[in-house]
């Protein structure tokens, strides 16, 4: 039996919301429940979902819309108690706030007349209204919702060309802003390195491998995952890479991405030479981000097995060499038969790396069809994001709601042929406040389980964080090893782990280098000053927002105010919600009267 109640005109965001269905699916009685804004978006999940109701037909985008399946009445009262309860926590925790809250754009700007970045993690269908809004008013843009279009991107970014202004992203997961973390971001101690990113977790991946190791980073500007495919042609990345190197406070320049397209590899090859260190970061299976056993940070790019243009990070930047003692690890003989790899990753970045290793040790060649959710899928092995979007509509990010992972685990563990079972654990501001204590009583169960029938599942892991990131990097990596995980230092390492129990691993590159040696120089001596005369040109604009501690217009979700404050960054916390309750025709015609 289905159940709909809409409480009208209570908006709320859409992690909060998600967050709260987890918590009540898990009451007894509950068949099934959905709690979310009446967003078209959105109504369509209900339908898609079998949740849909008559009901829903006149809830607006600024209603809560919640349906229960369930054969017990009397849950519908406990049901909505819950979400009574809730409400008032959150209007609780939003006036223990010590800055500034507003509902108009107006209001914003005269509290904070020096704004500069406008952070908007709303309904991706309103974004692009609101961040043209944003550079009207003069502000870079830093978007991390997803679902806006690649037409809406390219001309909200050729906006920001004009004005002298960024875009970061669509779908931009993580920033560092002078020392402040921006949305999904670790704890990072400063430093001398500027990281520019067309990947979320791989900016998270490499900052924290950097802060692990001693240094730390001046700046790191995500770009969204499109930004380097052949339509937006890296206007963000080229605007970032310029940014940085006429940042005084930043010595090397480290830039990620997954293969971008030909004609925009071709682009970034060809800008004129920084003056500061340089060194490209592009994915092709081989050591792309590794920490390894000799406490370097490797990054190569350029192409399939080009190890010839590298740099170590710790002679540029001078972070120290580290060492650690490493626990020895007995490895247990495998099952004739048990050789499949399974990888659960909470980012694509991460989970494309390991696809690219797994695929070249085993020798099996790249394909460009792709299910659903799978980065790689052949052979038995299989590499999967939980972050696609076939995962999370209407869910919240898997960094955030471990759910669909423990399913996976169990599920996984249970095929006689599985060897092992790869994962990430990402941790800082917006992630899970113990991803590991989630995780571990299913790879427990699962475990169990193997053993119970003869058989041995490995876990094997990285954990993407550092000891100042609110889960701390030490305590989860404890809790993850005591459950039986081998955790390694890096993805990489991970991933070269994995491919040792099934006894394979990753050719040597062609120019005979082992993989996690650096060897040659980067694009340009160290030492060089900043502001060579063919280096291109940094707006007025850009250059501030890299000066100091960013002043910041926060639409959407509260927690990304809470860090940015507590970071000495300022911030106004917008709390909007879909003008003229979400009528875009309404809308537009109010907007033609102001």
Avoid at 76 to 90: A, M, R
Avoid at 289 to 299: D, F, N
């Amino acid at each position: 039996m289905l159940k709909t109640i809409i409480k009208e005109n209570v908006y709320q965001d859409s992690v909060s919301l998600m967050l709260l269905t987890n918590k009540l699916s898990a009451m007894e009685g509950i068949n099934r429940i959905s709690v979310m804004m009446g967003t078209p978006a959105n109504l369509d999940i209900f339908r898609n979902t079998g949740l849909y109701t008559p009901e829903l037909e006149r809830a607006k985008p600024n209603d809560i819309c919640i349906v229960i399946d369930t054969e017990q009445t009397e849950k519908v009262t406990e049901v909505l108690n819950e979400i009574d309860s809730f409400l008032k926590n959150q209007a609780l925790a939003g006036a223990k706030n010590n800055y500034d809250k507003v509902r108009t754009w107006d209001r914003a700007m005269q509290l904070l007349p020096d704004a500069n970045l406008a952070l908007l993690s709303i309904p991706g269908e309103y974004v692009a209204d609101e961040a043209h809004k944003a550079l009207d008013k003069g502000l870079h843009v830093f978007i991390f919702s997803d679902n806006v279009s690649e037409a809406d991107e390219l001309a909200l970014k050729r906006k920001a060309k004009e004005k002298g202004l960024l875009v970061m992203g669509p779908d931009c997961g993580t920033g560092i802003l002078a020392g402040v973390p921006i949305a999904f971001a670790n704890v990072i101690s400063e430093g001398n390195i500027g990281i520019v990113g067309a990947s979320g977790t791989g900016i998270q991946e490499v900052s924290t491998i950097i802060d692990r190791l001693g240094g730390g980073v001046s700046h790191a500007i995500g770009t969204g995952g499109r930004d380097l495919s052949e339509s937006i042609g890296a206007l963000t990345m080229l605007d970032g890479i310029a940014a940085l190197e006429a940042d005084p406070n930043t010595e090397l320049i480290v830039v990620i991405s997954k293969p971008p397209a030909p004609e925009v590899k071709k682009k970034s090859d060809g800008v004129p030479t920084v003056s500061v260190q340089a060194v490209r970061c592009h994915l092709h299976g081989r050591e792309a981000v590794g920490a390894g056993r000799q406490r370097s940070l490797c990054l190569h790019f350029g192409g399939h097995g080009d190890y010839g243009r590298s740099a170590r990070l710790w002679e540029h930047a001078r972070i120290p060499r580290l060492t650690r003692d490493r626990r020895g690890r007995g490895d247990h003989a495998l099952q004739s038969g048990q050789s499949y790899i399974k990888g659960l990753y909470s980012g694509g970045t991460l989970a494309t790396e390991a696809a690219m290793l797994v695929r070249e040790a085993f020798g099996i060649p790249a394909s460009l069809k792709h299910e659903d959710g799978y980065i790689f899928k052949d052979q038995g092995h299989e590499i999967i994001d939980l972050g696609d979007d076939i995962y999370t509509k209407g869910r919240p990010h898997p960094m955030i709601d471990p759910s669909t992972r423990k399913e996976l685990i169990s599920h996984m563990a249970k095929d006689p042929e599985t060897a092992v079972i790869l994962f990430d654990v990402v941790l800082g501001y917006g992630s899970h406040e113990d991803m590991a204590g989630e995780l571990i009583p299913s790879i427990r169960n699962a475990l169990t389980h193997a053993s119970g029938e003869g058989r041995t599942v490995y876990f094997v892991c990285s954990v993407c964080g550092t000891e100042q990131d609110p889960q701390n990097y030490g305590e989860q990596r404890r809790k993850l090893e005591e459950a039986g995980v081998i955790v390694e230092d890096s993805n990489v390492q991970a991933v070269k782990r994995a491919l040792h129990l099934v006894g394979k691993s990753v050719p040597p590159a062609s120019s005979g280098a082992p993989a996690g040696t650096a060897h040659g120089s980067a694009n340009a001596p160290a030492g060089t000053p900043h502001g060579s005369s063919n280096a291109p040109e940094v707006p007025e604009a850009t250059a501030k927002l890299l000066s100091g501690k960013p002043r910041v217009i926060n639409l959407g979700l509260a927690s990304f105010a809470d860090t940015i404050h507590r970071y000495e960054g300022k911030v106004v916390q917008f709390d909007w919600r879909p003008v003229a309750g979400g009528n875009k025709k309404l809308a537009n015609i109010l907007s033609k009267l102001k």
